[in-house]
């Protein structure tokens, strides 16, 4: 269990040491860096005659100190570029890197709050299945800071798959099931979100009104996600433009959509 838990991690507990030993302030030299390796060394677990074991994940870590302590900003190469005529007159003629460099400077600039864009998923390590899916579900209960996040949604349409496969049924498709199917909608959601060990709070509202609207088409939301599979149609028939990545979540109450890689 020890040696299985993700380098990542190990390198976090010992950060959270080494801030509180020094004033809040994270290893910044050569000098410091070294040290905060050497705590990390002395973690690894010895056998009984005092010999360290071989423990890759902590090797893992030591190597990665240098990355995981990185102060976060956007190199002096970068910001040429993103102060370049060629970002910033971008006309029909532009090539497609100019194009593309203008796109990840509007996303630091708004979306990124003055950081680059970083992938959204977790990359490979030393680690046992359930500690990297637990990893892993950090990153995707970080969808979810907001209970009003179309993460939600998804894991309510995933209840409400799992409510048919249990009763051939969808929820509250006749009046008189409402009351008695908000019951079984809320087993499903929670029985869902313990099988993914996922600790959030998704409001009996919704739980309430997906029972209210019995699996109902509205007419609009119908004709909103038949254009939007249509325009994905075309993307990837001219192959001009770049399809959605995986999930595409449409809240029509609020008129927001979201793009989720799951």
């Not at 030993?21 to 030299?29: A, L, S, T, V, W």
Request: charged share 20%; hydrophobic share 35%; aromatic share 12%.
């Amino acid at each position: 269990d020890h040696s299985h838990t993700p380098w990542i991690i190990i390198v976090a507990k010992y950060l959270d040491r080494w801030l509180s030993e020094h004033d809040g302030q994270p290893p910044k030299n050569y000098k410091e860096k070294e040290t905060f390796r050497q705590m990390i060394r002395e973690g690894i677990m010895k056998n009984e005659n005092g010999v360290p074991e071989d423990e890759e994940n902590f090797d893992e870590a030591i190597k990665n100190v240098n990355t995981a302590l990185n102060h976060t900003k956007i190199p002096s190469a970068v910001e040429d570029l993103f102060s370049s005529g060629q970002c910033n007159k971008i006309t029909a003629q532009t090539v497609s890197f100019w194009v593309m460099l203008r796109a990840v400077k509007e996303f630091v600039y708004s979306e990124g709050n003055g950081s680059l864009p970083v992938r959204g998923t977790v990359p490979d390590m030393i680690a046992d299945s359930q500690k990297f899916i637990s990893l892993q579900n950090v990153l995707s209960a970080s969808c979810m800071d907001s209970p009003d996040s179309e993460m939600v949604f998804y894991l309510m349409l995933r209840a409400i798959d799992r409510f048919y496969q249990l009763h051939s049924r969808y929820p509250g498709v006749y009046n008189y099931q409402v009351e008695e199917d908000i019951s079984k909608l809320k087993l499903c959601v929670n029985s869902l979100l313990q099988e993914y060990s996922l600790n959030v709070n998704i409001k009996d509202d919704y739980i309430h009104e997906f029972c209210r609207y019995g699996a109902a088409e509205p007419h609009t939301v119908s004709a909103f996600l038949g254009g939007s599979a249509a325009q994905e149609a075309i993307k990837i028939i001219s192959h001009q433009f770049v399809p959605f990545n995986n999930t595409f979540i449409y809240n029509a109450m609020s008129q927001t959509s979201a793009t989720f890689q799951l």
